[in-house]
């Protein structure tokens, strides 16, 4: 098996890993809210953390998912639109669009990187009743636009090579 094979197998694991992982933590804020309206309806106590922990996990829902969702071009297009064009046309818009994507993720990943070093560094953290280091928390957001960077590049040499077969 060439090697560019078993990175592309091994990058779609992974990105199917962090989608996995995701569906898993909607599920562990179920359960906590569950947990806690129990505890709270049964014992009167109301866990102070729940909220918190709940907050975060939203947080890394959406980014655990989002290169999954690309991987699969699931996302939001403007099909009416695509559909006005024909194959060629609508393969070179798409073509662009993934070049857009590809810069503008790429810009978060970098500026996201910056941030979360920064607050790794100054040891910055949250102020509420966990008090996480923020680094964790919103490493979350450069580490997820990593892998939508290349899965945007996968696309456009996906749409490239569909380009150039639509003009055979």
């Given at each position: 098996m060439p090697l560019t094979s078993t990175i592309r197998k091994a990058f779609d694991l992974l990105i199917d890993i962090m989608a996995s992982v995701g569906r898993l933590l909607l599920i562990v804020i179920i359960v906590l809210i569950l947990i806690d309206i129990i505890a709270l309806s049964t014992l009167n106590y109301s866990f102070s953390w729940v909220f918190e922990v709940t907050e975060y996990l939203l947080l890394f829902i959406p980014f655990l998912g989002v290169a999954f969702v690309l991987k699969r071009e699931e996302h939001i297009k403007l099909d009416f639109l695509l559909n006005l064009l024909n194959i060629e046309q609508r393969?070179?818009?798409e073509i662009i669009n993934s070049f857009i994507g590809l810069i503008t993720s790429l810009i978060i990943a970098v500026f996201g990187f910056l941030v979360t070093?920064?607050?790794?560094?100054?040891?910055?953290?949250?102020?509420?009743?966990?008090?996480?280091?923020?680094?964790?928390?919103?490493?979350?957001?450069?580490?997820?636009?990593?892998?939508?960077?290349?899965?945007?590049?996968?696309?456009?040499?996906?749409?490239?090579?569909?380009?150039k077969n639509s003009k055979v």
């Amino acid at each position: 098996m060439p090697l560019t094979s078993t990175i592309r197998k091994a990058f779609d694991l992974l990105i199917d890993i962090m989608a996995s992982v995701g569906r898993l933590l909607l599920i562990v804020i179920i359960v906590l809210i569950l947990i806690d309206i129990i505890a709270l309806s049964t014992l009167n106590y109301s866990f102070s953390w729940v909220f918190e922990v709940t907050e975060y996990l939203l947080l890394f829902i959406p980014f655990l998912g989002v290169a999954f969702v690309l991987k699969r071009e699931e996302h939001i297009k403007l099909d009416f639109l695509l559909n006005l064009l024909n194959i060629e046309q609508r393969t070179m818009v798409e073509i662009i669009n993934s070049f857009i994507g590809l810069i503008t993720s790429l810009i978060i990943a970098v500026f996201g990187f910056l941030v979360t070093w920064k607050f790794l560094v100054n040891s910055a953290m949250t102020e509420a009743v966990l008090q996480l280091p923020r680094f964790i928390i919103v490493g979350i957001i450069p580490i997820s636009f990593v892998f939508v960077t290349i899965q945007f590049l996968r696309n456009i040499t996906n749409k490239i090579e569909k380009y150039k077969n639509s003009k055979v």
